[in-house]
């Protein structure tokens, strides 16, 4: 948000994001029923070129390229690094995975920036299918990479949709839903609903705690 506002002053850095977030997945969803698949990267360009011409934000090519680069500097939610060493500690013989729609080379970037890359044996990206979630294509990369079946993964996601797509699979599903938001009407209910990823391993330990 605030690289927005520094960027484009001249528009609501807020109505910027959230129009640029919301035709990003849009695209995603289309180009997978159009079968018109380009990478992440790609559709995050599309999605900004829309968002910033409907809002008639003026962008030339060094402001939309660090735009862009904001997406490879994400950080992580403050819990995140600790409970992540907790969940891998809970279930040592399941290895932590990222299943992603971004691409590679994003993930990558993300991954070293944030400093996480070492905590994930696998890091899944929807381009090896060339389909987006929630397609059952994407999910069965996980079956495939770990080797385990579907009923023996537990996906996590703070997406809605993405639970809804992992649940209709037939993964058990974890819903990190930090904003308190409904549950989506569609099949495929998560099994746990957690604030943060250090509730999921509270409730993980919960558990798996033999009863006292």
Known sequence: ???????????????????WRRKQLEYTWLRSVMGRYVDFWA????????????LGARLDAPAQSRLMEGWLLLEPYPEVRMALDRLDRLVPS????VLSNGSPQ??????EHT?????????????EVRIYK?????YALAER??????SSILFVSANGWDVAGAGAFGFS???VNRSGVPAEALPGAPALVVDDLEALADALEQQRSPPG
């Open 1 to 19: 948000m605030e690289r927005c506002e520094r960027i484009v002053p001249h528009v609501s850095a807020r109505d910027l994001v959230e129009l």
């Open 43 to 54: 559709v995050t360009t599309e999605a900004l070129e829309h968002a910033a011409g409907r």
């Open 94 to 97: 399941i290895p932590l995975a």
């Open 106 to 111: 994003m993930l990558e970037q993300v991954l």
């Open 115 to 127: 400093r996480l890359r070492s905590r994930f044996r696998h890091v899944l990206s929807v381009d």
């Open 134 to 138: 929630p397609s059952p294509r994407v």
């Open 145 to 150: 990479h770990l080797g385990l079946a579907r």
């Open 173 to 175: 599903v974890a819903w």
